[in-house]
């Protein structure tokens, strides 16, 4: 094996590996070869597939030693938000696959139960490990055919509410389990507060640590090597009063820190604590995001993800295009809002780069929150900040925002406070998959009375609402917009705010309107055209608001028309189920008006490219076609 992470012509070893077991007849100068060769071909993986490269580099040593010491699949490991799992899904059994990364049909870039027995907890959001660990070692208690639970966390994760939650029962439970604390000092971005600063302390001063370990009586948990050191800490420290680390103060032993890539210190440590743990285990590793791959480990975020690159150079192969990312212009609509009204302050929860919030903040730095990992915070502190009179931009993944969904409704929306929510990656987002699709923030957002919800159908609409959004102060309010590159449309100069409720007219036409909510109004169009071809032209309208609904727009597309289709980019329970609840209500299906609201079916669908995904969701151009026709009666030959 040469020294060269890219030279993908050697590994012997990894080819013998089928499965973990095959780990526990190597030598430990084997397993460090073994690891060099994982390295390797997770970076050639990548380069191939594109997706998340830091975070696994940065266990591929701590992979190996999991897995040459416990027994997976009867021990669980559980890897918390997933990311970092690429190398453990090389070791089992999954390398032959390892290429299809993130593509239809292929590996999830998650742990997912359904993929492998060794993936048994699924994963994307993050801070569920240790809750799950705590399930599966309290499961065993009750006699469940499992072995230990090993949660990995990264030290980003460690910042999510939950993680604490979970410390804070298993520590009081009291059971043998394992917690590893993979710290690499880095979030996305750059972690911030108090529990990242602890952590740095705690390895800057870790002589100070070990004598800390001694005096709460973890010597015995390690290795022989490292027990002297530790018991001559322990008389140093006769007589001194000690606090120990927050973790030792929630229950658990602390052990560490220890150099993560070092498997010199992993395997011994990890031998001794699987042959002598009683109680739960906090084993602190330090790691390098991206190690062993230069352009990873230079990259400002450890390379924590790509595009398909160029495995000599890095360089990542992007698809070129001229449109702006909706992002980006939420990110100038909003800096340009905020010259013009200092109270706008921006909220991201550990998504700088992705929410755009870091170009607002590189703007303005002190109007700019990032609280880390914390949906549910970011919410509550968003009202906090709405109360006090500011005007806050809480800028969430679609997603992520499902975590703070009771501080939406106690917190923000019963004291009508005026939040506005920024809700990126609206919609199916594509190789991330069903863990991060966009799908239900249209119905959880639109069923709470008070709350005002917008969609942009493209990017302009974006600008404007945004500029919506500054100027509403009657409560809150939310925008949605997908993942990605916009539509290339015609930008304004500047916002205009947009008459609350009201929708526009984008086409006239007969016998059918199709409204759309979002950026589905481009394949409607597109079906527009196909069906203007058969002689048919369907009236085309954009709602723009879910809530409140246009109902002057609507009373007006049922009386004209034979037929109403809604469309959207969510879920069932959103903008089509209110307008049917408001036709409902109306009487208007007493006289056999034809509705159809076209949703994301009930079902998660699979990682795949967006446009796949609408595909399957029976969401694209010629699905819409279809659907008109169909309402119609008009036959059509199937489609090969
Ligand atoms: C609830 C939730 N919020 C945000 C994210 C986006 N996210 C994915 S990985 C990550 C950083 C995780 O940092 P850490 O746990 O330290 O792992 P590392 O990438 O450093 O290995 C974030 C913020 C997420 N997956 N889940
Ligand atoms: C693992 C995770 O949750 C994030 O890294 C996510 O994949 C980011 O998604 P975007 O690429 O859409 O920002
Ligand atoms: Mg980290």
Same mark, same amino acid.
């Given at each position: 094996?040469?020294?060269?992470?890219?030279?993908?012509?050697?590994?012997?070893?990894?080819?013998?590996?089928?499965?973990?077991?095959?780990?526990?007849?190597?030598?430990?100068?084997?397993?460090?070869? $073994?690891?060099?060769?994982?390295?390797?071909?997770?970076?050639?993986?990548?380069?191939?597939?594109?997706?998340?490269?830091?975070?696994?580099?940065?266990?591929?040593?701590?992979?190996?030693?999991?897995?040459?010491?416990?027994?997976?699949?009867?021990?669980?490991?559980?890897?918390?938000?997933?990311?970092?799992?690429?190398?453990?899904?090389?070791?089992?059994?999954?390398?032959?696959?390892?290429?299809?990364?993130?593509?239809?049909?292929? $590996?999830?870039?998650?742990?997912?139960?359904?993929?492998?027995?060794?993936?048994?907890?699924?994963?994307?959001?993050?801070?569920? #490990?240790?809750?799950?660990?705590?399930?599966?070692?309290?499961?065993?208690?009750?006699?469940?055919?499992?072995?230990?639970?090993?949660?990995?966390?990264? %030290?980003?994760?460690?910042?999510? /509410?939950?993680?604490?939650?979970?410390?804070?029962? !298993?520590?009081?439970?009291?059971?043998?389990?394992?917690?590893?604390?993979?710290?690499?000092?880095?979030?996305?971005?750059?972690?911030?507060?108090?529990?990242?600063?602890?952590?740095?302390?705690?390895?800057?001063? +870790?002589?100070?640590? %070990?004598?800390?370990? !001694? !005096?709460?009586?973890?010597?015995?948990?390690?290795?022989?090597?490292?027990?002297?050191?530790?018991?001559?800490?322990?008389?140093?420290?006769?007589?001194?009063?000690?606090?120990?680390?927050?973790?030792?103060?929630?229950?658990?032993?602390?052990?560490? =820190?220890?150099?993560?890539?070092?498997?010199?210190?992993?395997?011994?440590?990890?031998?001794?604590?699987?042959?002598?743990?009683?109680? =739960?285990?906090?084993?602190?590793?330090?790691?390098?995001?991206?190690?062993?791959? *230069?352009?990873?480990?230079?990259?400002?975020?450890?390379?924590?993800?790509?595009?398909?690159?160029?495995?000599?150079?890095?360089?990542?192969?992007?698809?070129?295009?001229?449109?702006?990312?909706?992002?980006?212009?939420?990110?100038?609509?909003?800096?340009?809002?905020?010259?013009?009204?200092?109270?706008?302050?921006?909220?991201?929860?550990?998504?700088?780069?992705?929410?755009?919030?870091?170009?607002?903040?590189?703007?303005?730095?002190?109007?700019?929150?990032?609280?880390?990992?914390?949906?549910?915070?970011?919410?509550?502190?968003? +009202?906090?900040?709405?109360?006090?009179?500011?005007?806050?931009?809480?800028?969430?993944?679609?997603?992520?925002?499902?975590?703070?969904?009771?501080?939406?409704?106690?917190?923000?929306?019963?004291?009508?406070?005026?939040?506005?929510?920024?809700?990126?990656?609206?919609?199916?987002?594509?190789?991330?998959?069903?863990?991060?699709?966009?799908?239900?923030?249209?119905?959880?957002?639109? #069923?709470?009375?008070?709350?005002?919800?917008?969609?942009?159908?493209?990017? *302009?609409?974006?600008?404007?609402?945004?500029?919506?959004? !500054?100027?509403?102060?009657?409560?809150?309010?939310?925008?949605?917009?997908?993942?990605?590159?916009?539509?290339?449309?015609?930008?304004?100069?500047? /916002?205009?705010? $947009?008459?609350?409720?009201?929708?526009?007219?984008? +086409?006239?036409? *007969?016998?059918?309107?199709?409204?759309?909510?979002?950026?589905?109004?481009?394949?409607?169009?597109?079906?527009?055209?196909?069906?203007?071809?058969?002689?048919?032209?369907?009236?085309?309208?954009?709602?723009?608001?879910?809530?409140?609904?246009?109902?002057?727009?609507?009373?007006?597309?049922?009386?004209?028309?034979?037929?109403?289709?809604?469309?959207?980019?969510?879920?069932?329970?959103?903008?089509?189920?209110?307008?049917?609840?408001?036709?409902?209500?109306?009487?208007?299906?007493?006289?056999?008006?034809?509705?159809?609201?076209?949703?994301?079916?009930?079902?998660?669908?699979?990682?795949?490219?967006?446009?796949?995904?609408?595909?399957?969701?029976?969401?694209?151009?010629?699905?819409?076609?279809?659907?008109?026709?169909?309402?119609?009666?008009?036959?059509? *030959?199937?489609? +090969?």
């Amino acid at each position: 094996m040469s020294d060269n992470p890219n030279d993908q012509t050697a590994t012997p070893l990894l080819d013998k590996v089928r499965l973990p077991s095959d780990l526990k007849g190597l030598s430990d100068a084997e397993l460090k070869t $073994l690891a060099n060769e994982l390295r390797a071909e997770t970076i050639s993986a990548v380069s191939q597939t594109g997706g998340h490269l830091g975070a696994g580099l940065g266990v591929v040593e701590l992979t190996v030693a999991l897995h040459a010491v416990f027994d997976a699949p009867r021990d669980k490991i559980v890897w918390d938000v997933g990311h970092q799992c690429y190398p453990h899904k090389i070791l089992t059994g999954r390398r032959d696959r390892i290429r299809t990364l993130r593509t239809k049909g292929g $590996l999830s870039g998650f742990t997912k139960r359904s993929e492998s027995p060794y993936d048994p907890f699924g994963a994307g959001h993050s801070s569920t #490990s240790i809750s799950a660990a705590t399930g599966f070692t309290m499961g065993r208690e009750l006699g469940a055919e499992t072995g230990d639970a090993i949660a990995v966390i990264g %030290d980003g994760a460690m910042s999510g /509410g939950m993680a604490f939650e979970a410390m804070n029962h !298993a520590g009081h439970l009291g059971k043998r389990m394992f917690v590893v604390l993979n710290d690499n000092e880095m979030s996305i971005a750059p972690p911030v507060g108090a529990l990242s600063s602890y952590l740095t302390r705690l390895y800057s001063e +870790a002589p100070l640590q %070990d004598l800390k370990s !001694a !005096a709460k009586g973890a010597v015995g948990l390690l290795p022989v090597p490292f027990q002297l050191g530790a018991r001559r800490a322990k008389e140093m420290l006769k007589g001194i009063a000690m606090g120990g680390t927050l973790f030792e103060e929630l229950g658990f032993s602390y052990v560490g =820190p220890v150099d993560g890539h070092d498997l010199d210190q992993l395997l011994p440590l990890l031998r001794t604590l699987k042959a002598r743990a009683t109680g =739960p285990v906090l084993i602190h590793t330090l790691t390098k995001k991206g190690k062993g791959y *230069a352009p990873a480990e230079s990259r400002p975020d450890g390379g924590h993800a790509t595009a398909k690159f160029d495995l000599n150079t890095g360089e990542q192969k992007k698809s070129p295009s001229n449109a702006p990312s909706y992002t980006k212009v939420f990110a100038e609509s909003l800096i340009k809002e905020a010259a013009k009204d200092e109270k706008i302050v921006g909220i991201t929860a550990a998504m700088p780069d992705g929410t755009g919030l870091k170009q607002f903040a590189g703007v303005y730095p002190r109007r700019c929150f990032d609280v880390g990992i914390a949906e549910q915070h970011a919410v509550t502190f968003s +009202a906090g900040l709405a109360a006090s009179g500011m005007k806050p931009f809480c800028a969430i993944y679609s997603t992520f925002l499902q975590r703070g969904y009771d501080q939406i409704v106690h917190d923000i929306a019963i004291q009508r406070l005026p939040v506005r929510f920024a809700i990126d990656r609206a919609g199916l987002v594509g190789a991330d998959g069903a863990t991060h699709a966009g799908s239900f923030d249209v119905g959880f957002m639109s #069923s709470l009375p008070g709350m005002v919800v917008m969609a942009a159908a493209d990017e *302009a609409e974006l600008v404007h609402m945004v500029a919506t959004a !500054a100027a509403y102060d009657d409560g809150p309010i939310a925008f949605r917009y997908p993942r990605g590159e916009g539509m290339g449309v015609d930008m304004p100069e500047e /916002g205009v705010p $947009l008459k609350i409720g009201k929708g526009r007219m984008i +086409a006239e036409g *007969a016998r059918v309107a199709i409204l759309s909510y979002g950026t589905r109004l481009a394949e409607v169009l597109k079906a527009r055209e196909a069906l203007q071809a058969r002689g048919l032209a369907p009236t085309i309208a954009d709602a723009r608001f879910a809530k409140p609904l246009d109902t002057d727009l609507i009373d007006r597309l049922v009386a004209e028309h034979e037929a109403l289709i809604c469309i959207e980019e969510g879920a069932v329970g959103g903008f089509g189920s209110h307008v049917a609840q408001y036709l409902s209500d109306q009487g208007v299906f007493d006289h056999g008006f034809k509705f159809r609201s076209m949703v994301l079916p009930d079902t998660f669908i699979d990682h795949a490219s967006p446009e796949d995904m609408y595909h399957s969701a029976g969401m694209d151009a010629p699905q819409i076609e279809a659907k008109v026709l169909e309402l119609l009666g008009v036959a059509v *030959a199937k489609r +090969a």
